[in-house]
Every structure is written in C-alpha cells, then in structure tokens.
C-alpha cells in the first residue's frame, strides 16, 4: 500500500484560493491515477478531481473552472489548486487513488469558506 499524506488546508474566505498537496510515500504512485475527494459534514465522500498517469483530467461539475489538479510524478505529490472557493466547498479533502483506492485514507485536510 501506499501513504498518503494531506496538507494545505485552511481558513479562506469566499473567493480566496488555497493549493492543497498530497505526497505520496512510494514511487509507485506514479503509475495510478489518482484523486481528490471531499467530504462535508453529514455528507458523503465525493469525488471532486481526478486525473490518470498520462495527466488527462476530470472535475465534478460543482467544482469545474475553479480546481486545477496536478501532479508531480518526481515528487510523489499529487495537488490541487483551488480558485474562486464557496462556503459550499468547505469540507475535509483527501487523497487517494482513482478509479481503485491505492491505500488507506488518510487524515485529510480541512478547508474552511468563511467570511
């Protein structure tokens, strides 16, 4: 298995930005695709941003226009850019493979919209 390790969270207001990382423990990482996910309070855990070991991407549609993800295959780190944040993406992110988790989840890293 693989670690995956969050960070990058914090207290943001509305229309602010944040970049978000998440490293990664194996090289091995570099040939999964990989994914950030959300979770709210009393919510489940959604897929917001994936992007496959050739780099193509896809975003879930609440999050389309304002996330970048990215990923350094050298670094082992995974990241995403967050623009233009809402009080409605506050929530606690994590990273994991995609479509197949690639390991445990992690702590993840919580992102606070507020004013």
């Known amino acids: 298995q693989v670690q995956l390790v969050e960070s990058g969270g914090g207290l943001v207001q509305p229309g602010g930005s944040l970049r978000l990382s998440c490293a990664a423990s194996?090289?091995?990482?570099?040939?999964?695709?990989m994914g950030w996910y959300r979770q709210a309070p009393g919510k489940q855990r959604e897929l917001v941003a994936s992007?496959?070991?050739?780099?193509?991407?896809d975003y879930a549609d609440s999050v389309k226009g304002r996330f970048t993800i990215s990923r350094d295959n050298a670094k082992k780190t995974v990241y995403l850019q967050m623009n233009n944040l809402k009080p409605e993406d506050t929530a606690v992110y994590y990273c994991?493979?995609?479509?197949?988790?690639?390991?445990?989840w992690g702590q993840g890293t919580q992102v606070t919209v507020s004013s």
């Open positions: 992007i496959t070991n050739d780099l193509i991407t």
């Open positions: 994991n493979g995609y479509p197949g988790v690639i390991g445990s």
């Open positions: 194996r090289s091995i990482f570099r040939i999964y695709g």
